[in-house]
């Protein structure tokens, strides 16, 4: 018979609300600038055609088909 594996506790950092805040945030940011950047076609840019024609450029930077 084989003998009982040994477990060692492992602690586990608390994470704080504030870093979760943080990170939620920022991730969301990121979301919101792939999607103005890959999808937007100037429907939420209310700025004219400047915010228009940068995203545009910013999609054939990245090598996103637009057109």
Not at 16 to 41: E, H, I, N, P, R
Request: a positive charge; one cysteine or more.
């Amino acid at each position: 018979m084989a003998a009982p594996a040994r477990t060692t506790a492992v602690a586990v950092p608390a994470l704080s609300s504030k870093l979760l805040a943080v990170a939620l945030l920022s991730v969301g940011l990121m979301l919101l600038l792939a999607y103005l950047v890959g999808f937007d076609q100037g429907a939420v840019s209310r700025s004219g055609m400047y915010l228009h024609e940068l995203m545009h450029d910013g999609r054939h930077l990245l090598g996103v088909p637009c057109h």
